[in-house]
C-alpha cells in the first residue's frame, strides 16, 4: 500500500509516494503529515471523526486498527491510497532506466555551460 500526497501551486504540483508496509509505517505517516499541518491529535480525531485515544494509539504503530478510520484519518490529512502492483513497477522501471540508457548513447551529451569572465 502507497500513500499518495500532493500539494499544488501555482507553479508545479509535486507528488510523493511512500511505500506503507506495517502498522508503524502508516502511524509514522499520519503522525508526520498532522505534525506539518501544525494540528494536534485532538483536532484530526475531529476531523477524522476518530477518538483522541485512537489517534495516539495509530501514531504509536498499534497494530489492528479499523481500515474504515484509517482511510478517514488519511482523507483528513489530504492524503488518499493507492494500490500497486510491486512487480509491475519494478518492469516498468527497469524499462524506463534502459530507454534512457538507448537515449543517452545515441544523443550527444549538451554543451558545458560558459566559463564566468575574469575582470
Known amino acids: ?10 507553479e508545479a504540483i509535486a507528488y510523493m509516494s ?5 502498522a508503524a509505517d502508516i502511524g509514522a505517516l499520519i ?7 501544525g ?3 485532538a483536532t484530526l480525531a475531529k476531523r477524522a471523526r476518530v477518538s483522541r485515544l485512537w489517534i495516539n494509539e495509530v501514531e504509536q504503530g498499534k497494530p489492528g486498527a479499523g481500515i474504515a478510520r484509517i482511510l478517514r484519518t488519511l482523507a483528513a490529512l489530504d ?3 493507492r494500490v500497486h502492483d510491486r512487480k509491475m513497477s519494478e518492469e516498468r522501471t ?9 537515449l543517452s548513447r545515441t544523443t550527444p551529451p549538451p554543451p558545458p555551460p560558459p566559463s564566468p569572465r575574469k575582470r
Open 1 to 10: 500500500m502507497y500513500a499518495m500526497a500532493y500539494t499544488q501551486s501555482k
Open 18 to 22: 511512500i511505500p506503507l508496509r506495517t
Open 31 to 37: 503522525r508526520e503529515r498532522r505534525q506539518a499541518a
Open 39 to 41: 494540528m494536534d491529535q
Open 79 to 81: 492524503l488518499q491510497v
Open 94 to 102: 527497469a524499462r524506463a532506466s534502459q530507454a534512457l540508457r538507448r
